[in-house]
């Protein structure tokens, strides 16, 4: 078995107060009985670790905090419980960092809910440092030839988006539409719903978004900033004009959360993802009822799922645009992000 030099410090980015985060060095944690230690080579950067920096949402979290939740890299050191994780193995940190493994949801395969779980940072350390720990149940196992810096991305935003889809109950050869399709998360439901057999419709703004939509696989593009009537024009996309039979709403503004059960079919599903900041869901009850229409929150996969959706990636169906910058300038991508900005997803090297 492998044996890994572990030094005492490492370079972090740290949340000491709401709103902003520092880089700087802190001591490399330790893990527990039935924890990992991994050596954090990549990790890409969410949308929700800007609402974790900026106190978004009605949760507690910790602090200081490390954030990230998107981290691949080698399991460097492991605790005295664990068998089943070598030195040596890639491994990824997710959202869900721990569990209890024991209550009603965990038995069901329904991890996320369990009431105990420990978020990446969030409630727990995180990802945007150079060496992490996590409980070794719950890291993804990464397959040998992927880059780590291609994968990280899928450690939550294809994790994510391809539980979406999962939870709309969309079929092969049906229409989707992705609210938010040219961001990280969206640029990946692309594909991830192109290769289940889904035809898709991309909602988002700007003609480089429509760009990287097209090219990714949308059959339809529709830009919120350019249209006149974008439940119309949202329908028409579909060859009957009923709309398409699921919405993915990866939005991080509420109107989109509203919009979207007026355009999709009857008998379909609304699938709210994005996490705006106090934001609210409003339907009409008359036409919610009358149209058979389901609106339906989709959280972050479970072990199973994490599996299946890096299979997609090992077999060349679903890629990453992404960039990399050093793990020192997350602060500028963060800035990029609140202006939306950015195409696809970014990565942070430790290294830099």
Not at 229 to 234: F, P, Y
Not at 293 to 300: F, L, T
Request: charged share 20%.
């Amino acid at each position: 078995m492998a044996t890994y030099e572990i030094p005492t410090e490492q370079w972090a980015q740290v949340i000491e107060e709401t709103g902003s985060c520092v880089y700087k060095k802190i001591p490399v944690p330790v893990p527990g009985p039935d924890e990992v230690l991994i050596a954090v080579k990549f990790s890409g950067v969410c949308h929700t670790d800007l609402h974790a920096m900026n106190g978004d949402w009605p949760l507690a979290r910790k602090l200081p905090l490390v954030g990230g939740h998107e981290g691949a890299g080698i399991v460097v050191a492991r605790g005295s419980l664990v068998s089943d994780v070598a030195l040596g193995d890639r491994a990824g940190i997710k959202w869900l960092n721990g569990s209890c493994l024991a209550c009603s949801f965990c038995r069901q395969a329904d991890e996320p809910l369990c009431a105990k779980a420990s978020l990446s940072g969030y409630t727990v350390d995180g990802s945007f440092q150079q060496y992490a720990v996590a409980k070794a149940a719950h890291v993804a196992r990464i397959p040998d030839g992927m880059g780590l810096d291609a994968v990280a991305p899928v450690l939550c935003a294809g994790i994510t988006v391809y539980k979406g889809l999962k939870e709309s109950g969309a079929r092969p050869g049906q229409w989707v539409a992705i609210v938010g399709a040219g961001g990280g998360l969206g640029s990946m439901a692309i594909q991830y719903a192109k290769a289940m057999g889904l035809h898709v419709i991309a909602i988002d703004g700007g003609e480089e978004k429509r760009e990287s939509c097209k090219e990714l696989g949308a059959a339809t593009y529709v830009d919120f900033t350019a249209t006149d009537d974008l439940v119309a024009e949202v329908k028409a996309a579909t060859p009957d004009d009923l709309g398409p039979h699921a919405v993915l709403v990866l939005a991080v503004q509420e109107k989109p959360f509203q919009q979207a059960t007026q355009y999709v079919r009857s008998r379909g599903s609304v699938v709210c993802i994005g996490l705006p900041a106090n934001a609210y869901l409003r339907a009409p009850v008359f036409d919610t009822v009358v149209r058979m229409i389901s609106i339906k929150g989709s959280y972050v996969g479970n072990r199973q799922d994490t599996a299946e959706a890096l299979d997609f990636f090992a077999r060349g169906l679903v890629r990453v645009p992404f960039k990399t910058v050093g793990l020192s300038q997350l602060n500028e991508v963060y800035a990029m992000m609140k202006e939306g900005k950015i195409v696809g997803r970014y990565v942070v090297d430790t290294s830099k």
